[in-house]
């Protein structure tokens, strides 16, 4: 089934909601819902490459189970659990005809029109859950991979984890990104990073962070309040592979003007080296040689062209047909 284009963009034609499949033009919502006037909302962003070996899901059911446990900081208890929310998506795909996608999971509370509750009090709406797909490029632009970003360090502050957790990906977090993004924008910069309330480096308005000093890969630890990005895993546990440190610690925001390299991670920026911050040149004013070096094994395992670290599985493969069900190359 062919996708439907809007402008430049391919979209799925078919949305999954609540275990159906249904038209795009019939993905509507009534504006009382609870998530339109409240935020509460949950997602997950996910990517599906054409791989060498034909569609596959990168990481798919890390993605998933982060969707499930968002819901479950928020109380939210959909009746799908995390592999149906996976063979959805898949099955999503496959109906699609997209090759490559961006997966758009959301959970939220919605209205009963029956019986209409429009308080604050979540309880009484009831949880909806959908997934669209799209045809999606580089995020932060083609060139970007390649030649870096210029970023600013932002006068917001990152939501605490003890305000709003940053271990869930909930819709309304991304108000603190958006005011991150906007001002990075209209200040000239591409994105932008935001220190947390002590006044350390947390992340970008949808990136991890990452540099290199010395040879040695460093970023903010979990139990800052970052997302739990999958693709800073999935740096990680590269680099390790590689030989390279990796140090999981507080950053100060004058630390970033002094790295060798410094690069972003993330389902929509993938690897993006940013080339300087607050007009300040980092390292070269290029993208760096280990931020590269992580990039090509990255794109590698990406593209199922080698297997990832530890033989792990990290593609979910979307048609029967596809040579293989895992990334064991
Ligand atoms: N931080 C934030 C705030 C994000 O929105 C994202 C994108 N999901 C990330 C980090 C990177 O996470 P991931 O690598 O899982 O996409």
């Known amino acids: 089934m062919a996708g439907k284009d809007v402008s430049t963009m391919k979209i799925s034609s078919k949305v999954w909601k609540n275990g159906k499949f ?22 997950e962003g996910i990517r599906c490459y ?26 939210m208890d959909p009746p799908f659990g995390r592999d149906e929310f996976c063979s959805a998506s898949t ?5 699609s005809g997209l090759e490559a996608c961006y997966i758009r999971p959301v959970i939220f509370r919605g209205l009963n029109e029956e019986k209409p509750a429009f308080g604050v009090n979540p309880f009484p709406n009831p949880i909806d859950a959908y997934i669209a797909a799209w045809e999606w490029g580089k995020y932060l632009g083609e060139e970007a991979l390649e030649s870096g970003i ?19 990906k909930a819709g ?25 309330d002590r006044g350390y480096v947390s992340e970008g308005s949808g990136e991890n962070i990452f540099l290199i000093n010395n040879g040695k890969l460093i970023t903010p630890p979990l139990g800052a309040a970052i997302l739990p990005g999958i693709t800073r895993d999935s740096v990680i546990k590269i680099a390790r592979e590689m030989g390279i440190d990796v140090i999981e610690t507080t950053i100060q925001r004058a630390a970033l003007y002094l790295a060798d390299e410094l690069f972003f991670t993330g389902t929509a920026a993938e690897i993006t080296p940013i080339r300087s911050v607050d007009r300040i040149t980092v390292g070269e004013g290029k993208r760096g040689p280990i931020t590269k070096a992580l990039q090509d094994e990255f794109f590698k395992i990406i593209m199922a062209e ?24």
């Open 22 to 43: 249904i038209d795009w033009d019939d993905a509507r919502i009534h504006v009382m819902s609870h998530v339109v006037n409240y935020g509460s909302s949950v997602f």
């Open 50 to 75: 054409n791989t060498t070996k034909g569609s596959a899901v990168f990481r798919l059911p890390e993605h998933m189970q982060r969707l499930v446990n968002s819901a479950k900081i928020y109380r």
């Open 91 to 95: 099955e999503l795909i496959r109906q």
């Open 150 to 168: 210029e970023v600013c360090v932002s006068s917001w502050t990152r939501i605490s984890s003890n305000t709003m957790p940053t271990m869930a």
């Open 172 to 196: 309304a977090n991304y108000m603190n990104s958006q005011l991150i993004k906007m001002e990075a924008l209209l200040g000239g910069f591409s994105e932008g990073i935001a220190l947390d």
């Open 306 to 329: 080698r297997p990832a670290p530890g033989g792990a599985n990290w593609l979910t493969f979307v048609h029967d047909t596809d040579e293989k069900k895992t990334a064991a190359a």
